[in-house]
C-alpha cells in the first residue's frame, strides 16, 4: 500500500513527530511506502511530492520544530475546484490513502475530498487548542510553555519598574493559550476572546494590586480578546484572503487604554511567532507520535472520513465532521476559576 502525508495551514511545533511516526509505522507494522506532498493542499494540487523512507533522516526529525514538507494555505474555492485534479494526482502517483495533519480549515478539505471519494485520515493539529472532537491538539503545549516563559521573565523586569505589562498571545477565536499561560505565568489578569472584558474591571484589578502594596502587574491577552460592548473604543480587524480573522493589536489598545485610566508605567510584549516555533515539548512530542502511529494504521486499515482525537489518555478514530463546523472554546467555568486569581 502506499499511503501520502501532507501538513497545511499555519505550523506548529510537532507536525515532524507525526510525519516521522506515520513513515515509520507504516513501514515497520506494513511495508507501506510513504509519499510527502509539499506545502499542504497547494503541493497536492500542483503534484509536488517527494518520498519519504524509514531511514536516519526521518528518525531525527522528532526534534525539529517546523515542518520538513512545508506548509501553506489555499483558498476554499481553489480547493473545491482542483478535486478533479487532485484525485488524478493521487492515482498517478500510486497513492491509496492520504493523511492530512492541520487544523480546522485542513479538517474540512479532508472531509471534502472523503466525501467526494478520496479515502483520507485526519490528524488535528494547532498551537490554538480549538479542533473540537479532541481534547488537545499537539502545538498547544509548546505554546503555552513558551507563553509562560516569557510570562514568567516579564515578572522581575516588571517588578523593578513598577510597571504593569501586558503580553498578547495567539489565539485567534479562543483563549486556551490566555487562559493557561495565565495561570501557569501567575498573570493578574487574563482576557480571552470567548469572554469580552471590562476595561474598567481590569484597570480596578491593577489597582487593588498597588492598593495593597504591589508595585506591577502582569496582564495577558489573547490576541482575538475584544472589549465588552460599550465599554472601550477598538476597532476589530478584518479578514485576509483566506479568510481569517486579522487583528489591530489589542494588547497594546488595551496598554494605552490603562496607563490614560490609572497613569500606570505600561508596556505591551507581543509574542508571535515565537510561540509556534522551536523544538516541541515532550508531551507535544508524544502525543503527534501517538496521533501518527493511529493515523498511519487507520489509513492502513482502509478509513477514511475519521479523524484521531484524544480522550482522555485515549487515541479515538472520530468522524471528521465532529472535528469541523464549530470550534472548541474555552467554557465558562474554566475562566470564573482564573477570575479566583487575578488582581
Ligand atoms: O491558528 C494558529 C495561529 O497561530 C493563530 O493563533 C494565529 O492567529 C494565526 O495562526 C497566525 O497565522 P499566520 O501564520 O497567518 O500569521
Redesign the pocket.
Known amino acids: 500500500m502506499r499511503l501520502a502525508v501532507l501538513t497545511s495551514g ?1 505550523d506548529c511545533p510537532g507536525l515532524n513527530a507525526v510525519i516521522r511516526a506515520v513513515v515509520r509505522t507504516a513501514s515497520t507494522e506494513f511495508g507501506d511506502t510513504v509519499v510527502g506532498y509539499e506545502d499542504g493542499w497547494v503541493g497536492l494540487m500542483d503534484d509536488r511530492r517527494r518520498d519519504l523512507y524509514d531511514d536516519a533522516e526521518i528518525d531525527r526529525i522528532l526534534l525539529r520544530g517546523g515542518t520538513i514538507l512545508g506548509t501553506g494555505r489555499l483558498h476554499p474555492d481553489r480547493f473545491k475546484n482542483g478535486l478533479d485534479q487532485i484525485r488524478s494526482n493521487m492515482e498517478d502517483a500510486g497513492v491509496d490513502a492520504l493523511i492530512a495533519i492541520g ?1 480546522e480549515g485542513t479538517l474540512k478539505g479532508a472531509k471534502f475530498l472523503s466525501d467526494n471519494g478520496i479515502p483520507v485520515v485526519g490528524v488535528p493539529k ?3 487548542n480549538d479542533v473540537n472532537a479532541t481534547d488537545y491538539t499537539f502545538g498547544f503545549d509548546t505554546a503555552v510553555s513558551v507563553a509562560t516563559d516569557a510570562i514568567d521573565r516579564l515578572h522581575t523586569t516588571a517588578e523593578s519598574h513598577n510597571r504593569i505589562l501586558i503580553v498578547e498571545v ?3 477565536h479562543v483563549g486556551w493559550i490566555a487562559l493557561h499561560a495565565g495561570m501557569a505565568g501567575g498573570a493578574h489578569y487574563t482576557v480571552i476572546p470567548e469572554e469580552p472584558f471590562d476595561i474598567a474591571d481590569v484597570c480596578k484589578a491593577m489597582e487593588r494590586r498597588f492598593q495593597m502594596g504591589e508595585k506591577y502587574g502582569i496582564i495577558c491577552v489573547a ?1 482575538g480578546a475584544l472589549p465588552a460592548e460599550g465599554t472601550m473604543d477598538f476597532e476589530a480587524g478584518g479578514v485576509d484572503q483566506y479568510g ?1 480573522q486579522t487583528f489591530n493589536g489589542i494588547g497594546q489598545v488595551i496598554g494605552s487604554e490603562i496607563k490614560n485610566r490609572t497613569g500606570y508605567d505600561v508596556r505591551t510584549t507581543v509574542l508571535g ?1 515565537i510561540q ?1 516555533g522551536g523544538t516541541p515539548t515532550a508531551y507535544d512530542r508524544v502525543l503527534a507520535t501517538r496521533y501518527g502511529v493511529h493515523a498511519a494504521r487507520a489509513a492502513h486499515r482502509g478509513e477514511s472520513g475519521k479523524c484521531v482525537a484524544l480522550h482522555g489518555e485515549n487515541i479515538e478514530l472520530v468522524d471528521l465532521a465532529e472535528a469541523v463546523g464549530k470550534l472548541k472554546t474555552v467554557p465558562q467555568g474554566r475562566y470564573t476559576t482564573a477570575r479566583a486569581l487575578f488582581g
Open positions: 499555519g487544523g494547532t498551537i490554538d495567539m489565539g485567534r490576541e481569517h511567532h509556534r
